[in-house]
């Protein structure tokens, strides 16, 4: 990639663009390389623009909301980073229809509808990612996911913007069929309505109850693995004896087994060599082959 057209990237975009940002300072795991490129479009129509010119020179993108799903491999993203932070915009619609941009973080969602005595996504409270990041993840706690109240979403890619039903994009448990080089850039929700108070009571008791579970006191990326059918991830990592397993400066959370806590220090291959060694332990012990729930992006160290 030359300097030249790193510079006609900034001489063009509204918003900011730079040069081998560190990825720690993006993700909550806070580790991982850089981004050869780091882009924070102003609004949708910068994205497009963005887009338009990586697909010019055939430079790669990868979408970023919270960072708290991804852990990105210490040799980095040669290629464009794309943060959706600026895209913010949350409209109350007529019916209980709401439309919230991509980089619009969840919690805020849930705090402005329930507030307003509309249901769907309160059981979600806590989770701290965006929006964006909520429709790729189909995320989800306490029985409701993110595609329960999915309508639609606007993509922003190679060809410009388009709209897919929440039907086009086959939700799964913590997947979509969302393609990679696809930026949701804002949502279309349906909630129905509630009674507020309730609601507010239920965004409370939910928080307090992931306190209660989830303070492990330590950068980490909530679940590591996904649940297999009918079990708990973290019940097959404690019955294999791994809490408080470490490598290098990551360590399994002694207060949730499916947590992998950054103790100060870890390296992305610290967490991946976790990674792999809770796998391969809790496949001897059980033949179940447990799947990461976490995105894992980027190269190896060369
Ligand atoms: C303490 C803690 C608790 C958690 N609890 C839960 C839980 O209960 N349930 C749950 O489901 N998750 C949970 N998570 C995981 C995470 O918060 C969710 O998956 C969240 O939806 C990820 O959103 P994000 O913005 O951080 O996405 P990121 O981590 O930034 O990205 C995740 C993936 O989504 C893609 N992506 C992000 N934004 C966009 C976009 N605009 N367009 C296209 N693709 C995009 C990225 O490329 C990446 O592949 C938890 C995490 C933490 C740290």
Redesign the pocket.
């Known amino acids: 990639m030359t300097r030249s057209f790193i510079e006609k990237l900034q001489r063009t975009l509204a918003g900011k663009v730079l040069e081998n940002e560190p990825l720690a300072r993006h993700t909550?795991w806070r580790v991982g390389g850089t981004a050869r490129i780091f882009i924070v479009p102003a609004d949708h129509r910068d994205l497009l623009k963005a887009l338009a010119l990586l697909r010019e020179a055939q430079v790669s993108w990868?979408?970023?909301?919270?960072?708290?799903?991804?852990l990105v491999r210490d040799g980095g993203i040669r290629g464009a980073v794309i943060h959706?932070v600026a895209l913010r915009e949350l409209h109350m619609e007529d019916g209980g229809m709401v439309r919230a941009g991509?980089g619009l973080p969840?919690m805020t969602l849930i705090r402005e509808t329930s507030r307003r005595g509309l249901a769907g996504l309160e059981a979600l409270a806590g989770?701290?990612?965006?929006v964006?990041?909520?429709v790729?993840?189909n995320?989800?706690?306490g029985g409701q996911e993110l595609s329960g109240v999915l309508r639609s979403v606007i993509l922003a890619g190679e060809e410009g913007e388009d709209e897919w039903s929440a039907e086009r994009l086959n939700f799964g448990y913590?997947s979509s069929a969302?393609p990679g080089d696809?930026?949701?850039t804002a949502a279309h929700l349906r909630f129905r309505p509630a009674d507020a108070a309730a609601l507010a009571k239920e965004v409370r008791t939910r928080i307090a109850l992931r306190r209660d579970a989830?303070s492990v006191g330590a950068p980490?990326?909530?679940?590591v693995f996904k649940n297999p059918p009918g079990l708990s991830a973290w019940r097959l990592i404690d019955e294999a004896g791994l809490r408080g397993l470490t490598a290098g400066g990551a360590m399994v959370a002694q207060k949730h087994a499916n947590f992998i806590v950054n103790r100060g220090g870890a390296t992305a291959g610290d967490i991946l060599a976790l990674i792999h060694g809770i796998r391969e332990k809790v496949l001897k012990q059980t033949g179940i082959e447990l799947e990461p729930e976490v995105?894992i992006v980027g190269e190896e160290v060369s």
């Open positions: 909550t990868l979408p970023l909301g919270a960072g708290s799903n991804l959706t991509a969840l989770i701290p990612g965006t964006g990041g909520a790729a993840m995320a989800g706690a913590r969302l696809k930026v949701v989830q980490n990326a909530g679940s995105r």
